[in-house]
């Protein structure tokens, strides 16, 4: 059984549960689907705790997520997934408190990168994902990949839209343009071979077919490599 700590925010966690679903669906066919335990934290509360977390104080938050994990866990989970790229910087502090396995969003994010070839990548993401080390230094050690990070004025511009917008499903087409000219800045600028849309928020906006780049759906990569956890025989699980 998946368990995914979701609501942060509710429009990528309705995504994750229907790509679940459907590669359950094409994996083993019709009328097969995911077994799925969904734990939603309220997004009004969490925001809170996030504003506390910005000015350096993690409990708050810490205990939520972690609590998410005793729950899913009671509820009979075997694994969780966390449905938010910056929450991932939990990800080992719940695994252990709550006594459940996490498969960590930049491993699924990694191991596609290396099948792609590719060496230096752009991550895109919520001001602490592209700014703190948690992301870029995952990448770099376990899976030997160099990651760019935009210029101030444009994680800025990248935070404020998920914030602003995603998060509540506006899908603007100037914040799109947006999103798209910092790729192509980055591209010819930074010399990135690809890019991380590294907000579970952000392929509700921008899709792989508007990137001349590679593009990494970390949610899409997320949710496919859960469904391949759960369907992967336990004699077979490293």
């Known amino acids: 059984m998946i368990g995914i700590i979701g609501g942060i925010a509710w429009p990528s966690s309705l995504e994750y549960y229907r790509i679940m679903n459907e ?3 094409d994996t083993l066919g019709p009328p097969n689907s995911a077994e799925v ?3 939603s934290i309220p997004f009004g509360d969490f925001a809170k705790e996030e504003r506390l977390a910005e000015e350096g104080d993690w409990a708050a938050l810490t205990r939520t997520m972690v609590l998410a994990g005793k729950r899913l866990k009671q509820g009979g989970a075997d ?3 966390i449905a938010s790229n910056t929450m991932n910087s939990t990800a080992e502090t719940v695994a252990r408190e709550a006594d459940i396995p996490v498969l960590h969003i930049a491993d699924a994010v990694g191991q596609a990168i290396q099948a792609a070839g590719l060496k230096k990548v ?4 919520t001001k602490f994902t592209m700014e703190m080390p948690f992301y870029r230094d995952h990448l770099a050690k376990n899976h030997g990949i160099e990651v760019a990070i935009p210029g101030e004025a444009e994680r800025n511009d990248i935070n404020t839209i998920i914030f602003d917008e995603l998060v509540n ?3 603007r087409p100037e914040s799109k343009a947006r999103f798209l000219a910092i790729i192509d800045r980055m591209a ?3 010399g990135v071979e690809g890019v991380i849309l590294g907000c579970t928020e952000i392929p509700l906006l921008i899709k792989s077919t508007d ?3 590679p593009t990494f759906d970390s949610m899409t990569i997320h949710a496919h490599a859960a469904v391949a956890h759960a369907l992967t025989p336990a004699t077979d699980k490293p």
């Not at 752009?122 to 993401?125: C, D, H, N, Q, S």
């Open 23 to 25: 590669r359950v669906r």
């Open 37 to 39: 335990l969904l734990y």
């Open 79 to 81: 694994f969780i997934v």
């Open 122 to 125: 752009a991550l895109l993401g």
């Open 169 to 171: 499903n506006r899908l």
């Open 188 to 190: 010819r600028e930074d």
């Open 211 to 213: 990137v001349a780049l």
